[in-house]
């Protein structure tokens, strides 16, 4: 079974991992740069579980051509697994999914005429800059103990890094004076442009708001698109969305 047969269930099911043992505290944060633990200390609750999967529901807008579409969408999040996100934008259902090494896109009218279907090595490498991307609603994952490393440059701008599969995550978030996420940027693999050249460009979450859900502190509303940080942003934006509801999985919410 791959990532490109299973359903969209059986894949979330294989992605809620229960937590590690434990649960955070300061003991987490030893060795790490004075900015790195403020976001910590400000994102996660002493006494959570150490995490590493989340589910959740949002609703927002995409934009198909020229047009913003509402959508409604539930996703499991797993940082050093993958994703999948299944969601409903108008008359188009389908998912978004990447596990083990395997990223897909599969979209159909009413669940019957496809209108997009891909898969392969390009899709794949892009997916999982996204799963890294999308580590940010998922903190207690991020902890050193997972695999993750941290530096920073300043008291607002901390970097994430970690190994997915095949794939180098890079993640650089800017905070705010609150120690929040006010942005995240990555260089993402694909094809902004429909060139049939695929290559590395800039691609960035704006966060617009946060709120508290299962003792952690995430960015819950905001837009995110290619060419962020660049004269071309506003005609890569693509995504806003706001999250509606969250869990941590753990053995209670699995």
């Known amino acids: 079974m791959t990532a490109r047969i299973a359903s969209a269930r059986e894949l979330r099911t294989r992605l809620a991992a229960l937590p590690a043992s434990g649960w955070f505290s300061e003991a987490e944060l030893e060795g790490l740069p004075d900015p790195v633990r403020r976001y910590f200390e400000a994102a996660v609750a002493p006494g959570t579980p150490l995490a590493t999967s989340a589910r959740f529901r949002m609703v927002g807008s995409i934009k198909l051509g020229e047009r913003w579409v509402p959508f409604r969408a539930r996703q499991i999040e797993a940082p050093h697994n993958g994703l999948v996100w299944s969601a409903r934008a108008g008359v188009i259902v389908g998912s978004d999914r990447y596990v083990e090494g395997h990223g897909a896109m599969n979209w159909k009218i009413l669940g019957l005429v496809r209108v997009m279907r891909a898969d392969g090595p390009d899709v794949s490498r892009s997916a999982a800059g996204r799963v890294g991307a999308e580590a940010v609603w998922v903190p207690t994952a991020l902890l050193p103990r997972f695999g993750v490393t941290w530096t920073a440059t300043d008291p607002h701008h901390i970097t994430a890094s970690y ?35 695929w290559g590395y460009h800039a691609f960035g979450f704006e966060v617009n708001g946060h709120s508290t859900f299962d ?3 995430i960015p819950s509303s905001g837009r995110a698109g290619w060419f962020y ?23 209670a919410s699995r």
């Open 163 to 197: 190994r997915l599969d095949e794939a180098d995550i890079d993640l650089h978030y800017t905070l705010d004076d609150d120690a929040r996420v006010r942005s995240v940027i990555f260089d993402r693999w694909g094809d902004p442009d429909n060139t049939g050249t």
């Open 229 to 251: 940080g660049t004269d071309r942003w506003n005609e890569g934006e693509f995504f806003r969305a706001e999250i509606t509801d969250y869990h941590l999985v753990t053995g």
């Open 215 to 217: 003792a952690v502190t």
